[in-house]
């Protein structure tokens, strides 16, 4: 039973006559204002939390890093044929509502964007729910994922129609009770479902959905994205949904939509004539050949013009006017020879010009202007540096590559994300230090580990302190990024087959194909790595001072293997696995099997199974490698532990078998494979008591059939909600309610914090499963629970249509029991006031 309800004692016949007769003594209305004021707190905490669930520091960063167009300019976009069309809803079927500005690499189509923004909200479509979203392959990982896009698009929907919220707000709730952590994130796929939703059905207004920049998503999922963005549409156009989307790409990958409009931007003459305005505007030196010249070689990149005019405006002010037509005639038209021209000068600051754009071009994280000032320049001053004085030394010595951003933390990224593609290719940084050696990123990421090392090896092997170490944090800029990326660095430092790396690091993927060769850092990070007495134990606290998740902390008995396989840097596990204990018990996940498991390195699994790690180790979490793996959703990594042995039907852990974890996390494929491999389809335990109460309380109706067809007990007691069908009940999926009924759920059974199925989805408020469980024979007046019966239930949480059919199917209108006595009590208590009035019409 739950535990005693606190507004158990203001249900005095006192407080129902007020009510009925719209009369309120002094204490009595006390009471319900302290319980109103009270309850209003806690929904504005609530949608404090959702909110805050959803959004992300840089959200919407990007767009403010955005510079506004010259005065005048970008207006073209609105008088085009593409843009006419777009918005003429008489041709919807030819383009579902998608607009999709296409244009090269620095042409200006972000720029074009914001302005169009601007023009949607102040005129074009200020009646519609505008939501936008820009992509930045150079920010943070939510400024470059779909996880990001729809975290963005959601939290902009919420904010902006309240009715939206109310729809999303139980997927928040039932968010935290399947997580028994503060510490969860949404998943792509609860998100992905919400947003479909919404386009599915009528909303207050129509919508319109701008996304900048989608090729800067990251490689594995642009064409996911695309795709859902392109379901968005044709679900949106089948349902007669005003949807309209506006999308910019470069040509490049070549992604498309069955149906849309493109508009290419270098095809619009105009856009030429916004580069020439841009000219006469910013060219210091009026000149008509000069101006035409700079236009004709831009060939509509707008970047290139920014640049360009820069260059020549140096020139002006350094005197050197007979020296600029010179100079633009010598300059490459083509924006990544610009980028050789500019690096190619011979300087004194050329070291400090490769470090800075190699820390840019590799860091784990968006960098600070101060941290990349410190990481970068090797002198010593007398004082601490302003941060005007900063901004100036970046833009120096990266020649102007390098931007500081105009966000809170001052983070500093490349002006272009052109400029990051063009360092990747040809081995730019090779010929810009040839001691780089053959393989430049090898030798740039082995740079980065050896200036970690030096933040942290005074600190790491100085003599034990006492607890804390927040104070070195303040004084090395960089102390805190060195902890937590160090290995990183080593392990994309050592030569091994980037196509076997594991890991989510698409940026590890891309920095190009390594094979053995003689790397500067090799051998000091194989000595490094080698010998972690001296460094190890101390390097986790200050990893634990960086990281406050649970699953992210490491405790004295994690060992480097532990941590390694928990990273999934398979190619410093495999210089420190042999002779090692595999085995060694520790850490979040209990073994460095299951953590390998945890983080879906299938690689790093198959290393240490060759290596003699247990298959069947008990620990951690989620007690054992198979649960962990059936959890984390990995198929191949399943298959890899069966194969070697490992037990279907083991016990421990959070969901008690492998089963229930595939079920709770809704992997149909694992559910079949550990059936067809013999797991026990009615072991009981765990939270949710049995695998089938598992898949109804997530709602995965084709689990739930596969269960019952393997010789799921339909009624089976246990769990938090007592059976199945309660669990489908509570949750509200109607499908699985059905399924149940269908193959001999008994619609009465007793059991739970809620005594039967009817209460349950009575206090949930879900009227359709109301009465499809009614119409199965559910008895109406039937008592237990916490409530009482299903009347009081629905009476607490003041669900008027639910109410109104139960007393239609002969609900006893005075039935005693539950926390407040009767429905009447309850409705009072709740100031629900119509159903306060309605019990009364029936003879309360």
């Known amino acids: 039973m739950a535990n005693h309800d606190p507004h158990q004692s203001f249900g005095s016949i006192e407080a129902t006559n007020a009510i009925a007769g719209n009369r309120f003594s002094g204490t009595t209305h006390f009471v319900f204002n302290q319980t109103s004021a009270g309850h209003v707190q806690e929904r504005l905490a609530e949608k404090d939390a959702c909110f805050h669930s959803l959004a992300?520091?840089?959200?919407?960063?990007?767009?403010?890093?955005?510079?506004?167009?010259?005065?005048?300019?970008?207006?073209?976009?609105?008088?085009?044929?593409?843009?006419?069309?777009?918005?003429?809803?008489?041709?919807?079927?030819?383009?579902?509502?998608?607009?999709?500005?296409?244009?090269?690499?620095?042409a200006g189509k972000s720029t074009l964007m914001k302005h169009a923004l601007g023009r949607y909200q102040n005129d074009l479509f200020r009646n519609h729910l505008i939501v936008a979203h820009f992509f930045n392959a150079r920010g943070g990982t939510l400024e470059r994922t779909t996880l990001g896009l729809l975290r963005s698009i959601v939290y902009q929907l919420l904010r902006n129609d309240s009715a939206l919220y109310d729809r999303f707000i139980p997927i928040f709730r039932e968010r935290q009770r399947l997580c028994h952590t503060t510490e969860w994130q949404w998943r792509l796929s609860e998100l992905q479902d919400f947003v479909r939703?919404?386009?599915?059905?009528?909303?207050?207004?129509?919508?319109?959905?701008?996304?900048?920049?989608?090729?800067?998503?990251?490689?594995?999922?642009?064409?996911?994205?695309?795709?859902?963005?392109?379901?968005l549409s044709r679900e949106a156009f089948r349902a007669d949904?005003?949807?309209?989307?506006?999308?910019?790409?470069?040509?490049?990958?070549?992604?498309?939509?069955?149906?849309?409009?493109?508009?290419?931007?270098?095809?619009?003459?105009?856009?030429?004539?916004?580069?020439?305005?841009?000219?006469?505007?910013?060219?210091?030196?009026?000149?008509?050949?000069?101006?035409?010249?700079?236009?004709?070689k831009a060939n509509h990149v707008f970047l290139w013009v920014i640049i360009v005019v820069s260059l020549l405006n140096k020139a002006y002010d350094e005197g050197r006017i007979e020296s600029m037509k010179r100079i633009l005639e010598e300059i490459p038209d083509d924006l990544e020879k610009l980028f050789s021209n500019i690096l190619g000068d011979d300087t004194d600051e050329r070291a400090e010009?490769?470090?800075?754009?190699?820390?840019?071009?590799?860091?784990?994280?968006?960098?600070?202007?101060?941290?990349?000032?410190?990481?970068?320049?090797?002198?010593?001053?007398?004082?601490?540096?302003?941060?005007?004085?900063?901004?100036?030394?970046?833009?120096?010595?990266?020649?102007?590559?390098?931007?500081?951003?105009?966000?809170?933390?001052?983070?500093?990224?490349?002006?272009?994300?052109?400029?990051?593609?063009?360092?990747?290719?040809?081995?730019?940084?090779?010929?810009?230090?040839?001691?780089?050696?053959?393989?430049?990123?090898?030798?740039?990421?082995?740079?980065?580990?050896?200036?970690?090392?030096?933040?942290?090896?005074?600190?790491?092997?100085?003599?034990?302190?006492?607890?804390?170490?927040?104070?070195?944090?303040?004084?090395?800029?960089?102390?805190?990024y060195a902890t937590r990326h160090i290995l990183f660095h080593a392990e994309m430092a050592m030569p091994g087959d980037m196509k076997n790396r594991d890991g989510d690091d698409e940026r590890g993927r891309k920095e190009g194909c390594?094979?053995?060769?003689?790397?500067?850092?090799?051998?000091?990070?194989?000595?490094?790595?080698?010998?972690?007495?001296?460094?190890?134990?101390?390097?986790k606290l200050l990893w634990n001072e960086q990281n406050s998740g649970i699953s992210y902390r490491v405790g004295e008995d994690a060992g480097l293997v532990y941590m390694l396989?928990?990273?999934?840097?398979?190619?410093?596990?495999?210089?420190?696995?042999?002779?090692?204990?595999?085995?060694e018990p520790g850490g979040y996940h209990g073994s460095a099997l299951n953590a390998a498991c945890g983080g879906r390195h299938q690689q790093i699994v198959e290393l240490l199974l060759k290596q003699?790690?247990?298959?069947n180790a008990q620990g951690g979490q989620y007690g054992n490698t198979l649960q962990t793996a059936c959890i984390r959703g990995y198929q191949q990594i399943v298959e890899l532990l069966l194969k070697q042995g490992a037990d279907v039907n083991a016990q421990g852990g959070d969901y008690a078998n492998a089963l229930q974890a595939a079920c709770f996390r809704g992997h149909p494929q694992i559910v079949g494979l550990l059936l067809e491999q013999g797991a026990n389809v009615n072991e009981p335990g765990g939270y949710h008591g049995s695998a089938l109460n598992a898949a109804c309380f997530c709602g995965y109706p084709q689990i739930v059939g596969l269960l019952?067809?393997?010789?799921?007990?339909?009624?089976?007691?246990?769990?938090?909600?007592?059976?199945?069908?309660?669990?489908?009940?509570?949750?509200?999926?109607?499908?699985?309610?059905?399924?149940?009924?269908?193959?001999?759920?008994?619609?009465?059974?007793?059991?739970?914090?809620?005594?039967?199925?009817?209460?349950?989805?009575?206090?949930?408020?879900?009227?359709?499963?109301?009465?499809?469980?009614?119409?199965?024979?559910?008895?109406?007046?039937?008592?237990?629970?916490?409530?009482?019966?299903?009347?009081?239930?629905?009476?607490?949480?003041?669900?008027?249509?639910?109410?109104?059919?139960?007393?239609?199917?002969?609900?006893?209108?005075?039935?005693?029991?539950?926390?407040?006595?009767?429905?009447?009590?309850?409705?009072?208590?709740?100031?629900?006031?119509?159903?306060?009035?309605?019990?009364?019409?029936?003879?309360?």
């Open 353 to 480: 010009t490769v470090l800075m754009l190699q820390w840019v071009l590799l860091s784990r994280e968006e960098l600070t202007a101060r941290q990349l000032f410190a990481a970068a320049v090797k002198i010593s001053l007398p004082s601490e540096p302003t941060l005007e004085l900063i901004k100036r030394r970046i833009t120096t010595s990266s020649k102007g590559l390098i931007e500081v951003r105009k966000n809170e933390q001052g983070t500093v990224q490349f002006i272009h994300l052109s400029v990051r593609d063009f360092l990747f290719r040809k081995k730019i940084l090779q010929k810009l230090d040839p001691t780089l050696g053959e393989e430049p990123i090898m030798a740039s990421h082995g740079r980065l580990w050896d200036y970690c090392w030096q933040c942290l090896e005074q600190e790491v092997t100085a003599p034990a302190k006492t607890q804390g170490v927040v104070q070195p944090l303040r004084k090395i800029p960089l102390l805190g």
């Open 514 to 539: 390594v094979r053995s060769c003689d790397i500067p850092a090799k051998a000091s990070i194989q000595r490094w790595v080698q010998r972690p007495n001296g460094w190890f134990q101390r390097w």
């Open 241 to 296: 949904i005003q949807l309209q989307m506006c999308l910019s790409s470069r040509h490049y990958p070549n992604i498309r939509m069955d149906k849309f409009v493109e508009l290419p931007v270098e095809d619009n003459a105009d856009h030429g004539k916004d580069i020439a305005r841009y000219t006469r505007e910013w060219l210091r030196v009026h000149n008509e050949e000069m101006e035409f010249r700079i236009v004709e």
């Open 56 to 106: 992300f520091g840089d959200i919407h960063a990007r767009q403010n890093d955005i510079n506004p167009p010259q005065s005048g300019t970008c207006n073209w976009l609105f008088g085009t044929r593409e843009f006419q069309q777009w918005q003429n809803n008489d041709d919807r079927g030819v383009h579902y509502g998608v607009l999709w500005i296409k244009g090269k690499p620095g």
């Open 565 to 583: 396989a928990f990273l999934g840097l398979r190619n410093l596990l495999a210089i420190v696995v042999n002779g090692a204990n595999v085995n």
């Open 197 to 231: 939703s919404i386009v599915q059905q009528p909303q207050s207004r129509p919508i319109l959905l701008l996304v900048d920049a989608l090729d800067e998503c990251d490689d594995v999922e642009v064409r996911n994205m695309v795709h859902f963005l392109e379901t």
């Open 708 to 844: 019952l067809k393997q010789g799921a007990d339909v009624n089976a007691q246990g769990g938090h909600y007592g059976n199945a069908l309660q669990t489908a009940c509570f949750c509200g999926h109607p499908q699985i309610v059905g399924l149940l009924l269908k193959q001999g759920a008994d619609v009465n059974a007793q059991s739970g914090d809620y005594g039967n199925a009817l209460q349950t989805a009575c206090i949930r408020g879900h009227s359709q499963i109301v009465g499809l469980l009614l119409k199965q024979g559910a008895d109406v007046n039937a008592q237990g629970g916490d409530y009482g019966n299903a009347l009081q239930a629905a009476c607490i949480r003041g669900h008027q249509q639910i109410v109104e059919l139960l007393l239609k199917k002969g609900a006893d209108v005075d039935a005693q029991g539950g926390y407040y006595g009767t429905p009447l009590k309850a409705a009072s208590i709740f100031k629900h006031g119509h159903i306060v009035n309605l019990l009364i019409a029936k003879g309360a």
């Open 612 to 615: 003699g790690a247990d298959v």
